[in-house]
C-alpha cells in the first residue's frame, strides 16, 4: 500500500492564481480529511468527508476554499484566488476504522 | 468543543535519556481516543501511540508510554532511552468517537523536542 498520496509536494503561485492540491485516498477508507499546519494557527481541519460526502466544512477559512471528492479515490482543495495568507502546509488523510494515516503535505507559497 | 492543550513549546533532553511531554484536554465526551504524534523535519505525521478513553490501562509501545489521567484530563508522553530519531515536534490530538464529527482530529500546539548526543 502507497499511503495516503498528496500532489504536489511543493507549490508556489503567484497571489490571485488558482491552486489545486490533490489527494489520493488509502483504498478502502471511507473518510478524508483537509488540514492546514501553519505556525500561527498550528494544525487544523478544514473539511472532511465520509463516503465521498461532505461533512463538515466549517473549517474552511473563507469561500476562496472549495474541496471536491469524486469518487473513492480522489479529492482536491482549491484555492481561488490564492492570497499570501494561503502559505501553509497542507494535509491530506484518510481513515476507517482500524486507521488514521496522513499524507506527506503539500507545501504551499504565495507569493 | 473540545481543546487540546501542550504547555511546553519545546525540551530537549540527552541521548538516553527519559523526557516526558506533557498535555491537557478539555471536554464534555465521556467516549474518546487520544493520539501522540511525531512531525519530524520531513514533515510527515508518524502515529506514536493512541489510549482509547475507556480503558484504564496505560498504552505503551516500545520505548514510548503514556500516562493517561481521565479525570484530570492529563495525557503525557513519556519517551525511554531517548534516540536521536527521536528529535521531532510532537502533537497531542484528541478524537471524539461517534457523532457527526467522528474521525475529527483536535491538535495541541506541539512540543518541539531536541534529543543531544
Known amino acids: 500500500d502507497a499511503g495516503v498520496i498528496q500532489s504536489p509536494r511543493h507549490e508556489v503561485t503567484e497571489m490571485g492564481q488558482e491552486v489545486t492540491l490533490r489527494c489520493k485516498p488509502i483504498?478502502?477508507?471511507?473518510?478524508l480529511f483537509w488540514y492546514r499546519q501553519t505556525m500561527m494557527r498550528g494544525l487544523e481541519l478544514l473539511i472532511y468527508?465520509?463516503?465521498?460526502?461532505?461533512?463538515?466544512d466549517s473549517g474552511m477559512p473563507e469561500d476562496r476554499f472549495s474541496a471536491k471528492m469524486p469518487n473513492a479515490s480522489f479529492s482536491t482543495l482549491k484555492i481561488q484566488p490564492s492570497e499570501p495568507r494561503d502559505s501553509a502546509v497542507y494535509f491530506c488523510?484518510?481513515?476507517?476504522?482500524?486507521?488514521?494515516?496522513f499524507g506527506s503535505g503539500t507545501r504551499l507559497t504565495v507569493v | 468543543a473540545q481543546t487540546v492543550t501542550q504547555s511546553q513549546p519545546e525540551m530537549s533532553v540527552q541521548e538516553a535519556e527519559t523526557v516526558t511531554l506533557s498535555c491537557t484536554y478539555d471536554t464534555s465526551e465521556n467516549n474518546y481516543y487520544l493520539f501522540w504524534y511525531k512531525q519530524p523535519p520531513s514533515r510527515q505525521m508518524i502515529l506514536v501511540i493512541r489510549q482509547e478513553a475507556y480503558k484504564q490501562q496505560n498504552a505503551t509501545e516500545n520505548r514510548f508510554s503514556v500516562n493517561f489521567q481521565k479525570a484530570a484530563k492529563s495525557f503525557s508522553l513519556k519517551i525511554s532511552d531517548s534516540q536521536l530519531g527521536d528529535t521531532a515536534m510532537y502533537f497531542c490530538?484528541?478524537?471524539?468517537?461517534?457523532?457527526?464529527?467522528?474521525?475529527?482530529?483536535?491538535f495541541g500546539q506541539g512540543t518541539i523536542l531536541t534529543v543531544h548526543p
Open positions: 483504498s478502502g477508507h471511507n473518510s
Open positions: 468527508f465520509n463516503n465521498n460526502v461532505p461533512i463538515d
Open positions: 490530538a484528541f478524537m471524539k468517537v461517534g457523532g457527526t464529527s467522528y474521525g475529527k482530529l483536535t
Open positions: 488523510a484518510s481513515s476507517s476504522w482500524f486507521g488514521y494515516t
